[in-house]
């Protein structure tokens, strides 16, 4: 009988410690302790730093690549326990994955380890002025038609479109912008339409029967849409070679309905500071800037992503570095000291000191990487922090671009967040041309 308590006894405690390690690693999971993917530049060495007892193993065939190291006085050999880490060495370009196993024999987790060429990039900070063609119109507003039999209609909650899709077609035919759009209803004279509408990535069909308005005796679709925007941001980073350039480190979203603008094509330009609205708290600031030479556009525009706005630049002028600046991936980021480039009302491209409170693991794009506090007492004079308009200044440490300012604490301005500079490159499309070279 003691020896069946005895039993039950050690089998509670193994069932109880094996709970705990398993409730440890989701934790570790949760929180994104232990990433996905992890890229090193050629030249490189990584420490992977481990509280845990796992073991580390790399296939054989990609010893050419890369080298992993304990950094405990364990033997290096294909499988060892390490609690104290291994050490990532670089050999050459290409991908390898790294198997973690706890205590040598339970497969846990694999991550891809990526040996990439040296990335540079020349950082912005410059004011720039973004004029953005839509693709087809945006649904900005839903009405009532009432015809001339006194009877109102709404096509849109019938027909299932909503404020924020887009109008692409009608029949077929490339919508150019809001005045066609009122052409070919016009031009329909009351007869069904097809209309090809896209919402988030996804387009969709509906039919239509344009009403008569009694007002004013047009055909009417009960849409208010809208095709162009406007306004000012600033330069996170341009690509000599590939000439693409990355901005704002969010997307531009229409005003009224918060839907992401789906883009057709763009121009950048210069802009001027022209006035600046200081931060407050519960209130964000904002810097006004002015268009400048609207005749001549510095580059155009190709994308408006979650994360950015990126196109391609034929020359870069006026900047505070001319020389290319490497870039630092997620992991070599510290919690410390950094500074943002960004222009204020003189129009110049300054330096500003920040600090970086806390780096957040990521294994896809997201614009809240990194919560970042202003702790330059001039910008904090000026702005009060950050600033509307401040959006995708770039932020460098340790002479490394590491990323862009996107948004504002509304409670609390001197704080905000910014992105990976890792994730505008992979947005932008310049992160291919550079490791083709």
Known sequence: MKHKKRLVFLSNIILCAFSIIILY?????????????????????????????????????????????????????????????????????GSA????????????????????PRV???????????????DGVLVVGIAKITDEEGQEHNLAEKNGIRIGDSLLRINGRKVENSLHVADLVQRSIGDEIQLTMKREDKEFDT??????SSQDGEYKLGLWVRDKTAGVGTLTF??????????????????DTGALMSVKDGDIMNSKVIDIEKGKKGRP??????????????????????????GEIEKLEGGRYNESMEIAYQHEIKEGAA?????LDDNTIEKYDIEILRTISQ???????????????????????????????????????IGAVTHVLVNDPTKGYGIYIEWMLEESGASDAIRQQ
């Open 25 to 93: 690693l989701i934790v570790l999971d949760f929180t994104g302790e232990i990433p996905s993917e992890y890229n090193i530049q050629i030249g490189d060495d990584h420490i992977i730093n481990s509280k845990f007892p796992f073991s580390f193993s790399l296939d054989s065939k990609f010893d050419k690549i890369i080298e992993v190291n304990p950094l405990d006085d364990m033997p290096n050999s294909a499988l060892h326990l390490s609690s104290g880490g291994v050490e990532l060495k670089t050999r050459g370009k």
């Open 97 to 116: 994955d790294l198997h973690y196993k706890v205590f040598g024999f339970i497969p846990y987790k694999t991550v891809k380890v990526n040996v990439v």
């Open 120 to 134: 540079k990039v020349i950082p912005g900070g410059h004011s720039i002025g973004v004029k953005l063609n839509t």
């Open 207 to 212: 039919t239509v029967i344009p009403v008569k």
């Open 238 to 255: 341009y690509h000599k070679a590939s000439k693409k350039f990355g901005a704002l480190g969010h997307g531009i979203a229409d005003i």
């Open 285 to 310: 600031g904002e810097i006004r800037g002015m268009f400048h030479d609207v005749n001549n556009p510095i580059g155009s525009l190709e994308k408006n992503t979650a994360h950015g706005i990126y």
């Open 339 to 343: 500074y943002i480039l960004t222009t």
């Open 363 to 401: 294994s896809r794009p997201d614009g809240k990487s990194m919560v970042i506090r202003v702790t330059d007492s001039k910008l904090l004079n000026k702005t009060g922090g950050i600033v509307q308009g401040m959006s995708g200044s770039p932020i460098i440490q340790n002479n490394r671009v």
